[in-house]
């Protein structure tokens, strides 16, 4: 049951707002609505608040470990395979077998869980649907509650939306991808809610709203008696895949399920984690459904571990691709170690999107997609990732013509090559060179992303191209590490080092550059100037800030009913 309690507001006078019923020790302090009280019943909080009390020492514990793996990466160190976990490495075992209901991945759309994209995405012709509250997701109260509104009528099967503007119905259509929720990354804390005065682990939060609402639906109608299906993101070592499983496993218990119900794709998408894919599978094995290949977060972990070695920098942003020897070398040891487990061995995502306004630009845009997913299927992957529906129909094709009626390659493909990849080839050093226009670009995307996200949109199209949380962090590491190191742009023959002076300048005429794209009334109404410092302050910070989320999360923390605090 929830109440209604009375709060003083100065301005407004006395007023009744709802609150929620929450059990002992947790505090919601975001805004009341009625939708978001079915999601965050008493019993859902205490089951969140359970796996936040069961679990937070260990997950401290692991972002500590990141904190000193980090100061090992800035004295010198690089990372490399683990020597007391050869065994893990070296022995034959397998996962458990995958699941009828996810065999076939081969195309699958990723998007934010907005209700229309939610909808839209489960009917794209997908076969699966991550649904974002990671990089797509500007985790706002409102965003984040709401998915999992979304998320249970979609689960339901109830979801509609009603687009007044177009006088259009959205609904589920009969054939619907299967689903899969990636939550947060274990470094984000969820301020609205705190369990015994402390924010909670915002991945707890996303997961167990999600489980404990959809569990017993999703198994009935998606999961063929498995599931929930997840991704989990941003991991840096085996020891935090462990806290995964003993979640799962908890989880599992608490809904009476069968071990192993619930099955997770990880994300291999930080530089030390490339070299933990046996002991990541390894701990999650009663419960994986594989890897994936999150290219661009890896290039932004590339830059963030190699903060300070200035010998490895990259070249422009726009020339690290995975043909790049250390891209395609952990792709082809991702398939590798994948397949010798018995799971999927996921691909990534091609930024490019459909490109309305030019039949020509959109052919050259969609035979990029083409020869990336070609180069994927054919390298051995089992299913690729599209961020548009209208990249559906290109990838399906490159995947079908490849792998026929096969669902995966996970027998056929078993890449024994890549046995001889070394810590050398995961780790050379991307080569290209780098040019104003790379620093200009970087620039532009990066303000006009935190601009997006202070506003609440994780994802947005620029230039023709899909830009996430993921996407630009590379542009602010990027420029951070150039301006560091004060580095040569060697690619224009003009022989200019990037200074404090030549980035005030870039700023300065990005911004303008900026509005005139934008147009004055949008410029004016957005977040475009904060954003601006925000993008310098990161850019300039004497110590690299570890994720530009963490560092712009607190301006869109947004506490209900104001001074109205229990604690
Ligand atoms: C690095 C990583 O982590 S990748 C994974 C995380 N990133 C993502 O998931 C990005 C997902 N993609 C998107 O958010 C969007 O496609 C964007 C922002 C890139 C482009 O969005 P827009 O410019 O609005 O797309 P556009 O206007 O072409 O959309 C056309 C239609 O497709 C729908 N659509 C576009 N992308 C998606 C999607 N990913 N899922 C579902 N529907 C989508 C739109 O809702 C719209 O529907 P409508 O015609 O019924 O109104
Ligand atoms: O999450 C995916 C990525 O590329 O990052
Ligand atoms: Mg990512």
């Known amino acids: 049951m929830v109440g209604m309690e009375t709060y003083g507001y100065p301005e407004q006078g006395v007023k009744k707002v709802g609150v929620y019923d929450v059990p002992e020790g947790v505090d919601i302090r975001g805004r009341y609505d009625e939708e978001f009280a079915k999601i965050l019943t008493k019993d859902a909080l205490q089951f969140v608040a359970d796996l936040q009390r069961q679990f937070r020492n260990e997950i401290k514990y692991a972002i500590e470990c990141r904190r000193e793996a980090k100061r090992k990466y800035n004295e010198g160190a690089i990372p490399g395979f683990d020597p007391m976990t050869r065994n893990v490495r070296e022995t034959e075992w397998s996962c458990a077998p995958v699941p009828l209901a996810v065999a076939d991945r081969r195309v699958e759309i990723t998007g934010p869980t907005e209700r229309k994209m939610v909808i839209n995405a489960l009917n794209s012709g997908a076969k699966v649907f991550m649904a974002d509250f990671e990089d797509a997701l500007s985790p706002t109260w409102e965003n984040l509650v709401r998915g999992q509104v979304n998320l249970k009528d979609a689960v339901n099967g109830t979801i509609s939306f009603h687009d007044k503007a177009r006088n259009r119905v959205y609904k589920l259509s009969d054939q619907i991808a299967k689903l899969f929720v990636r939550p947060r990354g274990w470094h984000l804390s969820e301020k609205h809610i705190l369990i015994d005065g402390e924010p909670a682990t915002g991945c707890l939060v996303d997961f167990g709203l999600y489980f404990f609402h959809n569990y017993a639906a999703f198994r009935r109608t998606q999961g063929a008696g498995f599931g929930p299906f997840f991704y989990l993101p941003k991991m840096e070592h085996s020891r935090e ?53 999150g290219r661009w977060d890896y290039i932004f972990s590339y830059v963030k571990t190699f903060q300070a070695h200035p010998d490895r920098l990259l070249p422009d942003r726009v020339l690290v691709g995975m043909t790049q020897h250390f891209m395609r070398s952990y792709s082809d040891l991702l398939i590798r170690t994948c397949h010798r487990r018995g799971v999927h061995a996921m691909g990534g995502m091609a930024a490019q999107i459909p490109i309305r306004d030019n039949p020509d630009a959109n052919e ?46 996970i027998q056929t493909m078993k890449r024994e090559d890549a046995a001889s990849l070394t810590e050398e080839d995961l780790l050379q050093r991307p080569r290209g060179v780098r040019t104003l226009e790379g620093l200009r670009l970087n620039t532009r995307v990066g303000i006009q992303y935190l601009a997006a996200w202070l506003t609440g949109t994780g994802s947005v199209p620029l230039y023709n191209l899909m830009e996430d949380a993921a996407t630009a962090e590379i542009s602010r590491v990027q420029n951070w590490q150039w301006l560091k190191y004060g580095v040569e742009l060697n690619g224009d023959g003009l022989g200019v080092k990037v200074s404090l002076e030549l980035f005030g300048r870039v700023v300065e005429e990005e911004m303008a550059r900026i509005e005139m794209e934008v147009g004055k009334e949008k410029f004016k109404k957005g977040m475009y100037k904060e954003a601006g410092k925000m993008f310098i302050r990161q850019c300039t910070a004497p110590t690299l800030d570890d994720f530009l989320t963490l560092n712009a999360y607190d301006n869109i923390v947004v506490h209900y009913p104001k001074g109205a605090s229990k604690i």
């Open 241 to 293: 895949a462990k806290i995964w499983n003993s979640v799962f496993e908890r989880a599992e218990r608490m809904a009476g399920i069968e071990r192993g119900s619930i099955r997770g794709t990880v994300l291999i998408e930080t530089l030390p984690a490339v070299f933990q894919m046996d002991e990541i599978l390894y701990e999650l094995r009663d419960h994986s459904v594989g890897l994936n290949c």
């Open 364 to 409: 050259a845009a969609m035979e990029l997609v083409r020869k990336d997913k070609l180069r994927e299927v054919k390298a051995g992957h089992d299913g690729t990732w599209a961020a548009h529906p209208g990249l559906i129909p290109a990838c399906m094709e490159v995947f079908t013509n490849h792998m026929g009626n096969a669902p995966n390659q």
